[in-house]
Structures are given as C-alpha cells and as structure tokens.
Nanobody
C-alpha cells in the first residue's frame, strides 16, 4: 500500500483560493502518475486534475480548467493542487490518487488513494 496523505483543505469564501498537497512515501515518486478527484455529497467521484509520470503532462476536468493548477515535486514526493476562483460547486471531499501507469482521467487505473480532505466553499 502506498500511503498518500492529503492536506490543505478547509473553508473558504467563493472567489477565494486554497492549495491542497498530497505527500507519498514508498517507491520513487516519479514512478507515479498522480491525480486529484473529488466527491460531493450525493454525487459520484469525478476527475479534477492529473499529471502524468512520463512527460509531466497535465490534464483538467472541464469544470476546473483555468482555475486549478496541478504540479508535482518529485524530490519532495508531493503533488499539489492550487485552486483559485473557488465556487460553491467546488465543495467536495478531494482525494489524491497514484498509479504506476500513464492513464490520468479514468479513476479505475489508480492503484492508491488517500483518505481525502474536505473543501467547503461558502457563497
């Protein structure tokens, strides 16, 4: 099991910003494609952003494009999600995930998941 620990969630007003971080341990972090997913109450978990292990390519869900930025620091074994211009509809539990392949969007390819961190955006 690859431990993934998220941090940085909290309560913020609409229009504000938060930065989520996810730290991994175990095998070299550069081996993993990393992703962020979220799940709002009563909804299915959805893809938010991902960064590929091979070329560092980044991918975003349509609803967050232009507002969220994913980045990684392999030396620190950390992937971050900078969230700007937050909206109430961004309220959800955010999960960090890791997989050893190159798939990014499909949550079924992810091997490891964090426990999640709550993000609440008030209107």
């Amino acid at each position: 099991q690859e431990p993934l620990v998220e941090s940085g969630g909290g309560l913020v007003q609409a229009g504000g910003s938060l930065r989520l971080s996810c730290t991994a341990s175990g095998r070299p972090f550069s081996s993993y494609t990393m992703g962020w997913f979220r799940q709002a109450p009563g909804k299915e978990r959805e893809f938010v952003a991902g960064i590929r292990r091979t070329d560092g390519g980044t991918y975003y869900g349509e609803s967050v494009k232009g507002r969220f930025t994913i980045s990684r620091d392999n030396a620190k074994k950390t992937v971050s999600l900078q969230m700007n211009m937050l909206k109430p509809e961004d309220t959800a539990v955010y999960y960090c995930a890791a997989n050893l392949g190159s798939g990014v969007v499909d949550q079924r390819v992810y091997d490891y998941w964090g426990q999640g961190t709550q993000v609440t955006v008030s209107s």
